[in-house]
C-alpha cells in the first residue's frame, strides 16, 4: 500500500529565508539564491554542514544552477537536484524535499527556488500539435476569459473581481519582501493600464526575480541539531495531482484544485472552513476568487460576498494572502510556491509582524502551474 | 479565379462538417472511447491512451461561453488590440480563436465559423479561420 505523507514520520518548516522579490536588476541569480539560503540557515539557526540534500526549484534559469549558488556556502557534497515544474516548481521542490525526510533518507533537507525573467520555449508549443491562434492567448487572455465566464455565471461585476486586488496590494504593502508594497484604491486598480479582457496592470502578477528557501527537519534532526521546536511548523499533508480529461476542459485549473486540495484535507484532518492561512496562485484576479471556492473555503458564487464582507482579510475569518499573493508580492515562478510556505511558517509562529493574523494555527498553499499541474501543502502549528 | 489557400490546412476547411454544412468545419479528432478533440493528433487518446484515431470533422457552429478584448500583445505577427473568444462547438470540444470584427458579443450567443483574409509572413494572401455571431 503507498503511504501518504502523514502515515510517514513527521516533518518540520524549521527554517525560512527570502531575497525580495524585484523586478529584472542587475543582481545574480547567485546573489538572490544565496541570500535566501543564509536567511533560512539563520532562521533555523543551524550551520550549512547540517544540510543533507538540497531540491531546487526553478523554470526559468538555465540547466544546473543549483551548485552555482550552493558551493559558495561550502560545497560539502550533497545531493543537488533541479526541478522544473511551471510555476508549481518551488512547490514541488518543498513536497521532494519533505518526502526525503519523512521516508528517513535524510534529517534535514533544504528547498530552494530561485529565478530571474528570461524568455523561454514552452514545451507544449513544440509537440507538433497545431493550434487555431494559441500565440494570441497569453495567461492573462486565459484568465480574462475565465472572469469573463464567471462573471456571466454568478451575475457578478468585473469591478467586484478587481477587489481581489485591492485586499491583496494592501496586504503586500506590510511585506517587506513584496516586489510591489503600495496600497490601492479599487479606482487606481481599474484605472490602470488595460491588459486583456477587464484586467488591468494591478489585477496581474508582475515579473519579477527572487527567491525563497525553506529547510525541513525530521524530530531526530530538531532534537540533534538543537533547533527550537517551539518554531518548528509541522507539514501536515502534501499533495499534487495533474490535469485529467475534463467536460469543462477550459477551467482546469479551478477542478485540479479542487481535486488536489481535497486530497489535502483528507489527508490532514482539517476542514476547508478550519483554515486561518490561505497563500494560493492569485497570478489573476479572478484565480483567488475560483480557488477559494473549489477549495470548498466558502461555497459556489459566495467569494465575491465573502470578500466584500471581509472574511479573507488580515484579521478575518480565514486571511487569504496575507503576504500580498502573487498580485502584490510578485510571481518569480520558482521561488513563489516556497515563499508562500515561509509567509504561512511566519504566520503560525505569530512573527509577522504588522500583516500578522491573530491566532494563526493552520495554513494551507496552492500552486497550479501549466501543464496543468497543481500542489497544495497543510502547515499547521 | 480560385480562392487563396488555408493559413492551417490541417485545423479546417472551407466545407462544412455532417452535422453543420453550412460553416467551414474544424478538423479535430475521435477515439473509440467517445472522446472527441480539438486540436487533431494521432499520438494517443488523451482519455484513454488508444493509439486508433480517427479524424473527425467538427460543426463550425457553437455557444460563446466567453470573450476578452486584449489590449497587450507581444507578438509582432498581429497587432493587439483584437478580441479574442471561447466557444463550445454544438460537436462538444471548446476552441479559443480570434473573432472576425469589433461587433460586440456576449456569453450564450450563438456563433459560427468563418474564412478571413491574412497575410502570411512571406506576404502572400491565405484564408484563417475566425468566429463570427451567427445572424
Ligand atoms: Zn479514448
Request: net charge neutral.
Amino acid at each position: 500500500m503507498s503511504k501518504s505523507l502523514k502515515e510517514l514520520r513527521p516533518v518540520y518548516v524549521v527554517g525560512i529565508g527570502l531575497h525580495r522579490y524585484q523586478f529584472l536588476s542587475d543582481t545574480t541569480y547567485v546573489d538572490l539564491g544565496l541570500t535566501a539560503v543564509r536567511a533560512a540557515l539563520a532562521d533555523a539557526n543551524i550551520e550549512w554542514p547540517t544540510v543533507e540534500s538540497a531540491y531546487v526549484g526553478r523554470a526559468l534559469l538555465p540547466m544546473a544552477c543549483g551548485r552555482p549558488i550552493l558551493r559558495h556556502l561550502g560545497a560539502t557534497g550533497i545531493p543537488i537536484a533541479h526541478i522544473e515544474n511551471a510555476s508549481a516548481s518551488g512547490s514541488t521542490a518543498f513536497r521532494q524535499a519533505c518526502i526525503e525526510v519523512a521516508s528517513g533518507t535524510s534529517d534535514v533537507s533544504l528547498a530552494l527556488g530561485v529565478d530571474k525573467p528570461m524568455a523561454i520555449a514552452r514545451a507544449e508549443g513544440l509537440t507538433g500539435i497545431g493550434n487555431l491562434a494559441d500565440d494570441a492567448i497569453a495567461p492573462f487572455t486565459h484568465f480574462a476569459l475565465l472572469a469573463d465566464q464567471y462573471a456571466t455565471q454568478y451575475g457578478v461585476r468585473h469591478e467586484d473581481i478587481a477587489l481581489v486586488a485591492v485586499k491583496n496590494h494592501r496586504n503586500g504593502a506590510k511585506n517587506p519582501f513584496a516586489q510591489h508594497q503600495k496600497e490601492r484604491t479599487l479606482d487606481e486598480i481599474l484605472g490602470g493600464k488595460k491588459i486583456s479582457g477587464t484586467f488591468t496592470s494591478l489585477q496581474c502578477t508582475p515579473v519579477g526575480e527572487g527567491a525563497a528557501a525553506v529547510i525541513v527537519a525530521s524530530e531526530d534532526g530538531i532534537k540533534r541539531l538543537g533547533i527550537a521546536a517551539s518554531r518548528a511548523v509541522r507539514v501536515a499533508a502534501s499533495a499534487g495531482r495533474s490535469q485529467k480529461v475534463n467536460i469543462d476542459a477550459t477551467r482546469y485549473d479551478a477542478v485540479l484544485t479542487k481535486e488536489t486540495a481535497e486530497i489535502a484535507f483528507r489527508e490532514s484532518g482539517i476542514s476547508p472552513r478550519a483554515l486561518d492561512i490561505v497563500e494560493l496562485h492569485d497570478a489573476f484576479a479572478v484565480e483567488e476568487i475560483e480557488y477559494v471556492e473549489a477549495m470548498g473555503i466558502c461555497g459556489e458564487g459566495e467569494a465575491i460576498s465573502r470578500l466584500k464582507d471581509g472574511e479573507f482579510d488580515i484579521g478575518g475569518r480565514c486571511a487569504v494572502s496575507p503576504s500580498g499573493g502573487l498580485i502584490s508580492m510578485g510571481h518569480p515562478i520558482g521561488p513563489t510556491g516556497l515563499g508562500q510556505i515561509a509567509e504561512i511558517a511566519r504566520q503560525l509562529r505569530g512573527e509577522a509582524g504588522s500583516r500578522q493574523h491573530a491566532g494563526a494555527r493552520t495554513g494551507l498553499a496552492h500552486m497550479v502551474g501549466v501543464g496543468a499541474v497543481c500542489y497544495v501543502h497543510i502547515l499547521q502549528k | 479565379m480560385t480562392a487563396p489557400d488555408l493559413l492551417k490546412p490541417a485545423l479546417y476547411r472551407a466545407e462544412g462538417s455532417d452535422t453543420d454544412p453550412d460553416h467551414p468545419a474544424l478538423l479535430g479528432g475521435a477515439c473509440e472511447c467517445g472522446h472527441v478533440f480539438f486540436p487533431p493528433q494521432t499520438y494517443g487518446c488523451e482519455r484513454c491512451g488508444r493509439m486508433s484515431l480517427a479524424t473527425r470533422a467538427l460543426s463550425g457552429a457553437g455557444k460563446l461561453l466567453a470573450s476578452a478584448r486584449v489590449h497587450l500583445h507581444g507578438g509582432k505577427t498581429r497587432a493587439a488590440p483584437f478580441t479574442i473568444v471561447s466557444v463550445r462547438l454544438d460537436d462538444g470540444p471548446i476552441v479559443r480563436t480570434l473573432l472576425a470584427g469589433d461587433d460586440a458579443v456576449h456569453p450564450g450567443d450563438r456563433m459560427v465559423t468563418m474564412l478571413v483574409p491574412v497575410t502570411n509572413a512571406e506576404g502572400a494572401e491565405l484564408l484563417d479561420l475566425r468566429f463570427v455571431p451567427q445572424r
